[in-house]
């Protein structure tokens, strides 16, 4: 939440000689961030940014008393002035019979006054307009003025527009509509709080914006000033479902204190009789079911220093204690104290009096420690991070490009059954419903969004999604990359995957012709599949492999086999042989056929011909021809029967 | 006799000045050199000559050879030279170099590989955990209240599923804090853990994407105090950002650290004094804080024995807040424009 406050607004509760940019200064470093600092005139305003847990912090009087604490902290004298206020002679008419509810309002005030609606004084349309509120009116200005310096929204009603004798506060139900202040419409979800008259019509949308018929006018002569401290929950949902951010709203579903909500309707009613001549013609209503109950906290010395690395002064966190608001005591070990109502919402255990202690005193002066290692741990070096960085280095040299894709896809972009997917409830938008099954239609959406580019080579390493039942999905890790290029090369692409295996010492990878629809391959580590090559069409062949079953068989085992004494002798066979018959069966039937064959490679294919590179090699002797020989026959013989090879 | 050897001499000098390759010179070293070479042949005739004029002729036939080797070595080197000058004249060392493939790691995949090695190096463990997780462990285990804001389905993406009876409702991690939980399921302290993961928020503006990542630190020990968290921050700041950089901790607010802080660092622009970049000198990092006792509760561990601390930061931040990548669009990062992302 982001506020401005006026220097000399301040001044009026903050008594101290720091200048606008040291109280800057300090709460930044102690409590909530001054982002600027403004010259308006001969004043200051201080833009500020208020943590959710401090709405307390959302107004002068807030910022005042934590400006003052701070400061003595840091050894600048300073003192913070409570506002002085006194609660007024009524007349004991009762104008208007009010019913609130104490599931939906925590405290209900509300008195009425005769007014005279005008402009408002040069200075109190300076302090609101400067601190970022447009003056509308003598009237509705003073309940911004108020929601200002004390915290606590306030609203006004006109009276004799109202014209009830009874305002009943009630759950909305769905449908209801309504017309707020600014001549919006909305239809209310149910649930929202508002207030109806005898008529049963809507006049307030409570804790969030006041509504067309009931609000001040120029002609307004009598006003209901009325302020409640509501469920903080329900302003949420209202305001968020509705759309509607006032200050007002902002500020109720941050929980905020109601005791400041009678502080609230002391200082408005003694702005109206100075702004707008106006007179009491009511006794006070207050409907306070949810009173807050006190609270005593504790923390010992020695966790404070335990947690804050240094030793604390008691004494100081003492005097920062108080200066904050607490009634705090210092007993032999500990700290007591008795929290404020305003900091009830965020003070609990005695780890966040240590927060009080140790941010006020300044962090800056704590020194930067690294943490001792106090257990000896293994470092493990090859764990799958240290591979996915490996393969990811591989596709950089081999001149791919890593992209990152979003996890959730499209209904087009979704691979698979609908009713497989894990599906978000509450999507950004349609491009982002599933949590996809596979990368490659992401890939592919790269590629066509890059259209300009005759040339792509991709890849990404990321999660897909398994739906399982009554558990969290299963997350696994993929490897998936695209190649579009004139004349897309299958065996590139094949060539580049058993190498990037190779290089992490995983061994027996097969290719086989695919069973899915598409034409490619399936491929195998071992038994276990891997994934598949997809031949999309010349330009483009995509690749998406089972990245978790890389990592189990990931090695950077080395086995040493002795240099060879003796050398190979190498020749290249070729055939004719049909098309037919895929190279793996023809090499694996050439292997079988000695123990002395160490190397088996298909050098070249043109047409029927395909010339295989044969190396022989014997540990033990030198190899002779005849052996070779008597091989080399059986190779051919075999073939032939086998496959109807013949010898070129 | 004589003679023979100076017509020998008077071919053979002008057949080596005029060879033009290492080869033809080979041969003709041959042709009058070899074992079967005219001057060779020639010498061999010596018994002819009567013995009064074999010194005679013995020298200058050592002449003769003399001055053939000496022309064939001077030769050779000429060659040389002029091969040298050819591929002088071939080389244009202006031409572009026929380089090998190199292609481009995404600026996130570079920000982890870096956080990850400056964190390992003062012995954090890198882990990962899930992205679709239980409320319980994003929201209800770190001490956020039922009615936060976070876990309403305008910030957080819930998954179509049925509510777990202990777990609560299914949803996608809105931070890697969910990851403190399943650490300390996990093992025992001392905890030192770095979760680098994929997390998702509802927005998407110029500073917001829906998937992000964030790198989150925890530490869990005996003694841990807040002095030890800004140390390990002021360690990572430069080692990350540069020496130069400084950071500081200021007061902020979580659910699951108590006390919180905002991380900030020294703006590298202005180095500190303050510019159009920063506000004030300071550069926003990111959240940290003393680990809530709630939240050691729930992870099994005893809030009086062990404190600890957590931070959780964006890699895709800390990269934009590099010197120089100084980006003005986060979704750019996520947009997969090749042009962009082959520019580093």
């Known amino acids: ?648 | 006799m004589e003679e023979e050897l100076i017509s020998i001499k008077n071919s053979a000098i002008p057949l080596i000045l005029d060879a033009k390759e290492e080869k033809e010179l080979e041969e003709l070293k041959l042709q009058f050199l070899g074992r079967n070479g005219k001057l060779t042949l020639a010498l061999k005739k010596i018994t002819k000559v009567p013995p009064e004029k074999r010194k005679e002729f013995g020298m200058l036939a050592n002449e003769v050879k003399e001055a053939l080797e000496e022309a064939i070595l001077n030769q050779a080197k000429t060659l040389k030279g002029s091969v040298k000058e050819k591929i002088r004249e071939k080389i244009d060392v202006t031409n572009p170099g026929i380089k090998p493939p190199l292609g481009h790691l995404h600026l996130v995949t570079q920000a982890i590989d870096e956080i990850t090695d400056i964190f390992e190096k003062i012995g954090f463990e890198r882990v990962r955990y899930p992205e679709v997780e239980w409320d319980w462990y994003s929201f209800e285990a770190l001490n956020f209240p039922k009615n936060h804001p976070a876990r309403d389905d305008w910030e957080t993406f819930f998954i179509k599923e049925e509510v777990h009876p202990k777990y609560g409702p299914m949803i996608l991690t809105p931070h890697t804090s969910s990851g403190q939980i399943r650490e300390m399921q996990r093992r025992k302290p001392p905890i030192r853990m770095l979760n680098i993961a994929k997390t998702y928020r509802r927005q998407s503006d110029i500073s917001h994407v829906p998937m992000f990542h964030q790198f989150e630190g925890l530490v869990i020990d005996k003694d841990i105090a807040i002095t030890h968290l800004k140390g390990t921050l002021d360690y990572f700041v430069k080692s990350f950002f540069g020496e130069n950089r400084k950071s500081r901790i200021r007061p902020y607010h979580f659910q699951f650290t108590e006390p919180s802080f905002e991380v900030d660092v020294s703006c590298g622009v202005c180095n500190g004094k303050g510019c159009k970049v920063c506000k004030s000198g300071w550069l926003e990092l990111g959240g940290a804080g003393m680990v809530h006792p709630n939240v050691l509760k729930a992870g099994g561990i005893d809030p009086q024995e062990y404190t600890g601390f957590a931070f959780g930061f964006g890699p895709e931040r800390c990269m934009m807040m590099k010197e120089g990548l100084e980006l003005d669009d986060l979704r750019l990062i996520y947009s997969n424009k090749l042009e962009f992302l082959e520019q580093f």
């Open chain 1, 1 to 648: 939440m982001d506020i401005k406050i006026l220097d000399s607004w301040l001044r009026d509760f903050l008594k101290t000689k720091a200048n606008p940019e040291k109280i800057g200064e300090i709460l930044s470093a102690t409590s909530v961030s001054v982002d600027r600092i403004e010259k308006s005139g001969d004043d200051y305003i201080y833009d500020i940014e208020v943590t959710t847990n401090r709405p307390d912090l959302a107004s002068v009087t807030g910022i005042a008393r934590e400006a003052a604490a701070a400061l003595n902290q840091h050894g600048i004298n300073a003192s913070y002035e409570e506002p002085r206020l006194k609660t007024p002679e009524t007349p004991k008419d009762k104008l208007i019979e009010i019913t609130s509810d104490p599931k939906l309002v925590n405290r209900l005030l509300a008195v009425a006054m005769k007014v005279e609606v005008g402009d408002s004084s040069k200075e109190t349309r300076e302090r609101i307009e400067r601190s970022g509120t447009r003056s509308l009116n003598n009237v509705i200005d003073v309940t911004n003025y108020v929601m200002k310096e004390i915290g606590h929204p306030t609203h006004v009603f006109d009276l004799d527009r109202l014209n009830t004798k009874t305002l009943t506060v009630r759950e909305a139900k769905s449908g209801e509509t309504i017309e707020t202040l600014d001549n919006k419409k909305y239809v209310l979800r149910g649930g929202e709080i508002v207030a109806v008259d005898d008529n049963g019509r809507i006049v307030d949308l409570l804790g969030i914006m006041g509504l067309e018929n009931s609000v001040v006018t120029e002609k307004t002569k009598r006003i209901l000033y009325f302020i409640n401290t509501n469920e903080p929950t329900r302003i949420r949902k209202a305001s968020m479902s509705l759309g509607i951010r006032t200050e007002a709203a902002v500020l109720n579903e941050k929980n905020i204190d109601s005791e400041l909500a009678y502080k609230a309707l002391l200082l408005g009613i003694e702005l109206f009789e100075k702004n707008a001549k106006g007179k009491l013609i009511s006794e006070i209503t207050d409907i306070y079911p949810n009173k807050v109950k006190e609270k005593t906290v504790s923390v010992r010395l020695s966790r404070i220093n335990k947690l804050i690395g240094i030793e604390i002064e008691p004494q100081k966190a003492l005097k920062a204690l108080k200066d904050l608001g607490f009634e705090a005591k210092l007993l032999k070990e500990s700290i007591e104290v008795v929290v404020p109502s305003f900091r009830l919402g965020d003070i609990e255990i005695e780890e966040d009096l240590i927060e009080e202690i140790a941010r006020l005193q300044g962090y800056e002066n704590l020194p930067n420690i690294l943490p001792p290692q106090t257990k000896v741990v293994a470092h493990r070096f090859a764990d799958g991070f240290y591979w996915e960085k490996r393969v990811k280095q591989a596709f950089k040299y081999w001149g791919f490009t890593e992209v990152y894709t979003y996890s959730f896809v499209s209904t087009e972009l979704f691979e698979g059954p609908l009713e497989e997917a894990v599906e978000i409830n509450n999507p950004l938008n349609e491009e982002f419903v599933y949590m996809r099954k596979t990368l490659v239609p992401s890939l592919l959406k790269v590629v066509s969004d890059n259209k300009e580019q005759e040339t792509i080579k991709i890849f990404e390493i990321a999660n897909v999604y398994h739906k399982r039942k009554g558990d969290l999905p299963q997350e696994l890790l993929t490897l998936a990359g695209v190649v579009k290029k004139e004349k897309a090369n299958f065996y590139e692409v094949k060539g580049l995957i058993e190498q990037l295996l190779t290089d992490l010492g995983i061994k027996d990878l097969e290719f086989k012709s695919s069973d899915k629809t598409g034409i490619g391959a399936s491929l195998y580590v071992g038994k276990e599949y891997l994934g598949e090559i997809e031949i999309l069409d010349n330009n483009l062949i995509d690749f998406e492999l089972n990245f978790e079953l890389i990592l189990k068989n990931a090695s950077l085992k080395k086995i040493f086999k002795p240099l060879s004494k003796f050398p190979p002798i190498v020749e290249d066979l070729s055939f004719n042989i049909s098309k037919s018959i895929e190279t793996k069966s023809v090499i694996d039937e050439i292997k079988s056929k000695s123990k002395l064959i160490t190397e088996v490679e298909l050098m070249d294919q043109y047409d029927n011909s395909r010339t295989f590179h044969i190396v022989y090699q014997d540990p033990e002797k030198n190899l002779t021809t005849e052996e070779v020989s008597q091989i080399r026959e059986k190779i051919i013989s075999d073939l032939k029967e086998k496959f109807g090879a013949s010898l070129k």
